[in-house]
T-cell receptor
Framework: AQSVTQLGSHVSVSEGALVLLRCNYS??????LFWYVQYPNQGLQLLLK??????LVKGINGFEAEFKKSETSFHLTKPSAHMSDAAEYFC?????????????FGTGTRLLVSP | NAGVTQTPKFQVLKTGQSMTLQCAQD?????MYWYRQDPGMGLRLIYY???????DKGEVPNGYNVSRLNKREFSLRLESAAPSQTSVYFC???????????FGPGTRLTVL
């Protein structure tokens, strides 16, 4: 079975600072991994996804994530935070090539950006 | 394209009342999903439909039923609402089970 752990329910950064949101996964097979973002009162939208190609994945709005098998991690980073990045971020995992697979989401990390 | 749409946006029910949440997509998705989102718990899958004509239980199906009316529409029904079903409900669709899921804007449901 797959699972995801997101460390820190809230992360606070200053505008212009590095953003680091942590995600560790558990999977019995090589996983697909996703980061979604949810802005207030909206649905989730995809930031980026890892599907076993390049381990460093670039997404929208300057975000990127690196798949590290040895650490079972898929942390999300952005070099310089903007006020508009304030939102909730969800990591999710699925197990491809094993029949119909459901995404398993983490509990989310709320990013707060201060001026 | 409208993407994934949900109606209504907000709903208040009394305990024991029933209602149906509607979801429609115009993205030709094969698979559709219903999630609930509660504070501190992320998204939990209620039901899903891998393809038109099939539905299956997710993580938290008790108290809900679903209908995949056709390829475009996937509805969620609460037969007898309970306060524990107060939540934000999201519908999503994808072309395959391992593909990106596209989410609707959500329905905020309060059960008194």
């Amino acid at each position: 079975a797959q699972s995801v752990t997101q460390l820190g329910s809230h992360v606070s950064v200053s505008e212009g600072a590095l953003v680091l949101l942590r995600c560790n996964y558990s999977s019995s097979v090589p996983p697909y991994l996703f980061w979604y973002v949810q802005y207030p009162n909206q649905g989730l939208q995809l930031l980026l996804k890892y599907t076993s190609a390049a381990t460093l994945v670039k997404g929208i709005n300057g975000f990127e994530a690196e798949f590290k098998k040895s650490e079972t991690s898929f942390h999300l980073t952005k070099p310089s935070a903007h006020m508009s990045d304030a939102a909730e971020y969800f990591c999710a995992v699925s197990a491809p090539n094993t029949g119909f697979q459901k995404l398993v989401f983490g509990t989310g990390t709320r990013l707060l950006v201060s001026p | 394209n409208a993407g994934v749409t949900q109606t209504p946006k907000f709903q208040v029910l009394k305990t024991g009342q029933s209602m149906t949440l509607q979801c429609a997509q115009d993205m030709n998705h094969n698979s559709m999903y219903w999630y609930r989102q509660d504070p501190g718990m992320g998204l939990r899958l209620i039901y899903y439909s891998a393809s038109e004509g099939t539905t299956d239980k997710g993580e938290v199906p008790n108290g809900y039923n679903v209908s995949r009316l056709n390829k475009r529409e996937f509805s969620l029904r609460l037969e007898s609402a309970a306060p524990s079903q107060t939540s934000v409900y999201f519908c999503a669709g994808s072309w395959s089970s391992t593909d990106t899921q596209y989410f609707g804007p959500g329905t905020r449901l309060t059960v008194l």
